[in-house]
């Protein structure tokens, strides 16, 4: 019995180890790894290992060797058809990975001549482009130039044979490449023989590409240099920026937004700075220059030993104040350094108590003690600026007094003194804002950690000023460093004149060592001076872009914006004169049945039937509900009418009949129960929709089933349950609740619904009355398309 049983689990085990093949769903997976393995095994072989980039080979081993597991686990999980059905999904997903792997390794293969070639071009387009190329260089060899390089270089002869060698060879190559279909696309993947050939194809491009770089290469190192700007030049071009820059108007508020403004004049202050951290390392030249002239002046009119006496004589009074100065600077850089270093620390921290909170975890006495010690750095870095504000004002001050110095230094002070008071002025604004929030903050111990932490977001998007003063504090900073670098320069070539005087020379040698030392180069560098040079060119573009061609295409633009605009404004302007003349009537039809009460009585009665619509009627009128103005009407019946699409025959209807909508409010008043509609069950009514119209219906469903009518301060009506309907005021507009905190009107809601169903409007205007998703079935099933949306604009546009 037992040899038997066992027989029989032996020959029922063969059975299902015979059968055990994997299911029809997973089939081309497997086949897809049975494939990949075979031809990264002959791809890489020894002999073809040479077409790889680096660290290639290790990525392809890696992604098969992924592959292969993930094709295990399926084989071995997914056996039968049941196994499949208990997880088909991870099943497929597993499928399709192992799919789209092998697709990565063959894409990795016969792309890889994008070393040289652009992306984007399947192998048999790249082949055809280069092979133009190439044979465009070797014709161009032919008249002896490299005719493809920006510049005129003749090519040598060694050059030219290499070339035409590498042509001969791969010229037939690319032809017998593109007769291959199979090169002329990427599917289906290319053989390994196939990737090879491409490969050496392009290796002999790159060949011909490396001895074109390297004729370029040679021919501009021979180019003579261009001339090396001298510091006089270079001063000259600051002068000029200056005075351009001094020449720019900033336009008023009527042509452009005032951030706008804002941004001229962020960026006359961007390059007021940059111009005078320039030009100050270039105000010893400047200034030697200026006592060399006053020197050779003298010398003319009063002699050489008067001149030459009166020039040291000066001299000495000069370095007394020279050497004052560079006691008052002593520092200020690093004090101001300080501040912009507080600064920086503090908005860098705030940024990391900010980005760490948690709105779960956030307590009201923490946010205190946050903002309490940002006040308390704030007030330190404050104090710290004015302890060297008295010092620049004093300094300026004695700039101007003994008239030392050229106009751009005592500028560059003033320029200083500006930045330091605005950056103390940017620190007192967000202290006096924190002053506020740590009121708040007192008198709200009751809030919970979500209404604390919005707090917190409100205060860190505020703290924009101290980004703002540590750019200030910085460029002050720089500018005083540079400042007392120049005035220490000339305080030293001073001190070398009062050596000068003291070895008592004879006037005529004294003048000359005098004169020599004055003219002697201050010590730029050719790179220096390249830099400044190619600063200063930066400086004049940044100019014509910004606020020089820039602003007039700015301006043009804006006129051409006024232009366009202007017929939507009349229209606007129109619309406001009509519902002013409409309420005027609406009033004066209340006043006068105040006046006569047996008029009243009749009116009264057609009110209450008129008051059951969105938007009362006056008079006899017949009563209208379109969203639009009359001429506006009958161009989007027009337009939707002669539409082919299933959202414009939707909207066409729509429009055709747009007092369903309200006649449903109308209905559902005479019926309405407070409570009885459940939002949830009516967004999901909305969601499934079917027409444009349904959707509109159900929209106003759910905005007045919920809650009925609301009064404009966001309180409900109350019900009038005998009369079934709502107690509102005569002459007072009923609206519907939209979200938490806002209402509208029936009229203004359906409005708003339409520009968005016809393309006039953004969907993103509608998010905050409508759930994500259901805003998201409204742009794909009703409204129009983009090519109805252009015929619904130009309609509009030839009224």
Not at 159 to 173: D, F, H, N, Q, R
Request: proline share 3%; with cysteine.
């Amino acid at each position: 019995m037992s040899t038997n049983t066992l027989e029989q689990l032996k020959q029922a085990k063969s059975v299902l180890e015979a059968e055990r093949k994997p299911v029809s769903h997973v089939q081309e997976a497997v086949k897809a790894t049975k494939d990949i393995t075979q031809f990264v095994k002959i791809a890489l072989s020894k002999e073809n290992r040479r077409i790889f980039q680096p660290g290639e080979q290790d990525d392809i081993v890696s992604i098969l060797a992924e592959i292969n597991r993930t094709n295990k686990e399926l084989y071995n999980k997914c056996r039968t058809p049941e196994h499949f059905n208990r997880d088909a999904t991870r099943y497929l997903k597993m499928k399709n990975h192992i799919i789209r792997k092998s697709e990565c390794i063959h894409f990795s293969l016969d792309q890889g001549f994008y070393a040289t070639e652009p992306l984007g071009f399947s192998a048999g387009k790249a082949i055809e482009l280069s092979l133009k190329q190439i044979r465009k260089i070797r014709d161009g060899h032919h008249q002896g130039k490299w005719t493809r390089l920006p510049i005129d270089v003749n090519v040598d002869d060694s050059a030219k044979t290499e070339v035409e060698k590498i042509y001969a060879e791969s010229a037939p190559l690319a032809e017998k490449l593109l007769k291959n279909e199979n090169i002329g696309n990427f599917d289906p993947p290319m053989t390994i023989e196939e990737v090879q050939s491409v490969y050496k194809f392009f290796h002999n491009v790159s060949q011909i590409q490396e001895l074109e770089q390297q004729a370029l290469t040679d021919a501009l190192s021979k180019k003579t240099p261009t001339e090396q700007s001298t510091p006089y030049e270079i001063l000259d071009r600051l002068s000029s920026f200056e005075r351009k820059l001094k020449n720019v108007r900033v336009p008023t508020s009527k042509n452009i937004p005032d951030w706008g403004i804002h941004l001229y004049e962020t960026s006359l202050t961007d390059m007021t700075i940059r111009m005078h951290l320039l030009r100050i390392p270039f105000e010893p030249l400047g200034f030697l220059n200026r006592h060399l002239k006053i020197l050779e002046e003298q010398k003319g009119s009063d002699g050489i030993e008067k001149s030459i006496s009166s020039f040291h004589d000066n001299a000495v009074q000069e370095l007394e104040q020279l050497q004052l100065f560079s006691e008052s600077f002593a520092g200020v850089d690093e004090t101001l350094q300080e501040v912009t270093g507080i600064l920086q620390n503090l908005s860098i921290c705030f940024g990391k108590i900010y980005h760490n909170a948690s709105s779960q975890t956030i307590t009201n006495s923490f946010l205190i003690k946050v903002l309490e010690l940002i006040k308390g750095m704030l007030e330190k870095g404050a104090r710290v600026a004015d302890s060297k504000s008295d010092t620049l004002i004093k300094l300026h001050q004695s700039v101007n007094d003994v008239d030392l110095f050229d106009d751009p230094i005592t500028e560059g002070m003033i320029h200083s003194l500006d930045l330091l008071e605005q950056g103390k002025e940017a620190m007192g604004q967000y202290c006096d804002k924190l002053k506020t929030f740590l009121e708040t903050l007192s008198n709200a111990s009751d809030w919970d950690s979500r209404q604390t932490y919005k707090f917190l977001k409100n205060a860190y998007d505020e703290n924009a000023s101290l980004t703002s003063a540590s750019m200030f504090f910085g460029s002050i900073t720089k500018t005083c460093v540079l400042l007392k670098s120049s005035i220490k320069e000339v305080e030293s070539m001073w001190l070398e004149l009062a050596k000068l005087r003291e070895q008592k020379l004879e006037s005529g040698a004294l003048y000359e060592q005098t004169i020599s030392l004055l003219g002697n180069d201050t010590g730029f560098s050719e790179n220096s001076l390249r830099q400044r040079a190619d600063q200063v060119e930066e400086l004049n573009w940044i100019l014509d872009e910004m606020l020089g061609l820039g602003v007039q295409e700015e301006q043009r633009f804006v006129d051409e914006l006024h232009s366009e605009l202007r017929p939507v404004g009349d229209r606007i302007k129109a619309h406001r004169i009509k519902e002013s003349a409409r309420k005027l009537e609406l009033t004066s039809t209340i006043e006068k049945s105040k006046q006569d009460p047996i008029v009243a009585k009749t009116k009264v009665r057609k009110t209450k039937k008129s008051d059951k619509s969105s938007e009362p009627s006056s008079g006899n009128k017949k009563q209208v509900y379109d969203p639009f103005l009359p001429f506006q009407m009958v161009v989007l019946k027009k337009a939707c009418k002669e539409m082919t699409s299933s959202e414009g025959k939707m909207m066409y209807q729509v429009l055709t009949n747009t007092h369903i909508f309200f006649t449903l409010l109308n209905k559902m008043e005479s019926s309405f129960k407070q409570g009885e509609g459940l939002e949830n069950e009516l967004e999901q009514d909305l969601a499934r929709s079917k027409t444009t119209q349904e959707f509109l219906k159900n929209f106003a469903r759910l905005k007045f089933l919920p809650n009925g009518y609301y009064k404009g301060n966001n309180t409900p009506y109350d019900y009038n349950e005998e009369k079934r309907e709502f107690e509102v005021p005569k002459g007072i507009k009923k609206e519907l609740k939209i979200t938490n905190s806002s209402t509208s009107t029936p009229m203004d809601i359906f409005s708003r619904l339409m520009r968005v169903l016809l393309g006039l409007d953004d969907s993103n205007t509608l998010a905050a009355i409508m759930p994500p998703q259901t805003l998201s079935i409204m742009e794909d099933d009703f409204m129009l398309k983009r090519i109805d949306r252009k015929a619904v604009e130009e309609g509009l546009h030839s009224t």
